[in-house]
């Protein structure tokens, strides 16, 4: 299948989230079951940079977690028959190298590393003016698939 791009309206068929929570403003280019790249820019008019913190804004690292894995979530529903579908997370080791403030744009990168069963193991880096901000090993799985390899309790 060949690589695409997705603007903001497109990208929810793919990506469940919704403002406030949705985290990616563009996708460049998404080659389905193998990686997204996309971004967010960042104003100062987003709502977390009042509260994180009025003297010093800095996006949450929670939330520079959450744009990685959303942009993971479009390489894998992007593959045929998984449009539209909810992925959940099974488990992340993250590690962060630098504040990212208002004004930046902040690059995302989500590769598949596997994808197995309902479940996709995956990396993500985050750059901001080419500098790493974020970088993540992500799990994430689509329970809907997951659940038809689950062992059945006997009862």
């Known amino acids: 299948m060949d690589s695409f791009s997705l603007d903001c309206r497109e990208l929810q068929a793919y990506q469940p989230n919704r403002y406030p929570f949705l985290m990616i403003d563009h996708v460049d ?6 990686f997204a790249r996309g971004y967010k820019n960042l104003t100062l008019n987003e709502w977390y940079f009042p509260v994180h913190f009025p003297d010093g804004p800095n996006m949450p690292g929670a939330l520079q977690l959450e744009a990685l894995a959303q942009m993971l979530t ?27 403030v208002p004004g930046e744009k902040f ?40 659940e038809q390899y689950l062992p059945r309790a006997k009862g």
């Open 74 to 100: 479009v390489a894998i529903t992007t593959l045929p028959g998984l449009k539209g579908k909810v992925t959940h997370a099974l488990q992340h080791t993250v590690r962060f190298r630098r504040e990212v």
């Open 107 to 146: 690059e995302i990168l989500a590769e598949v590393l596997s994808w197995k069963r309902g479940i996709c193991k995956g990396k993500g880096t985050a750059t901001v003016n080419g500098e790493i901000a974020c970088e993540a090993d992500m799990m994430i799985t689509i329970p809907e698939i997951l």
């Open 29 to 34: 280019e998404v080659a389905p079951g193998q």
